[in-house]
């Protein structure tokens, strides 16, 4: 018998995503680097598109080192504004380099991205239980809070809904629908 999944799971690299990283608590700094680099790239894409150059961004950004990454010259923006294999989008591509400054500086201030990132849940994955898709909201009051902060602190390409679908992907909110074999597994993983 088929396993049943959120609906929006339907491509193999979806599949492949949902089953074994979203939702899944993350607590690596260079994992949250990545995902706030994917996140932002998303804006107004499927992420479907981005995770099909997922790799590429690997590549073009230094397997998202931001130590690396914070230190992108002119050239190598050019050189990624050419790279067929991203979203070339100039404003997401200089928002990187950008965020990898923001992102220096918070580990710099709190110890880890980590530690800081995870007060806006109190440090506990927020443990939803959705039926249907239609009630999975876009942004919440800790997304609007995460957003506003972050953005005090320099980075771009973080507004509550792009906050949001961060907080999906890194387990600080589990919004697997409760039909979905993930959402038991993953009840207790905060």
Request: charged content about 30%.
């Amino acid at each position: 018998m088929p396993k049943s999944r959120c609906q929006w799971a339907k491509h193999e690299l979806e599949i492949a995503y949902h089953d074994t990283e979203w939702g899944v608590p993350l607590h690596d700094d260079q994992g949250h680097f990545e995902f706030l680099i994917l996140e932002g790239a998303q804006a107004g894409l499927s992420w479907l598109t981005v995770l099909k150059k997922r790799e590429n961004y690997r590549a073009a950004f230094a397997d998202f080192d931001p130590e690396i990454v914070a230190r992108f010259t002119e050239e190598d923006l050019e050189r990624l504004r050419q790279n067929e294999g991203i979203i070339r989008n100039k404003l997401k591509i200089n928002s990187a380099v950008r965020n990898a400054r923001a992102f220096l500086d918070i580990q710099r201030e709190f110890g880890s991205f980590d530690s800081y990132i995870w007060q806006f849940t109190e440090g506990q994955t927020i443990q939803n239980n959705w039926k249907s898709p239609e009630e999975v909201p876009a942004k919440t009051k800790e997304a609007e809070a995460m957003s506003k902060d972050l953005k005090k602190r320099g980075f771009n390409f973080v507004g509550p809904t792009i906050c949001y679908a961060y907080m999906q992907a890194t387990g600080m909110v589990n919004d697997h629908l409760v039909s979905c074999f993930r959402h038991k597994d993953l009840l207790d993983a905060g």
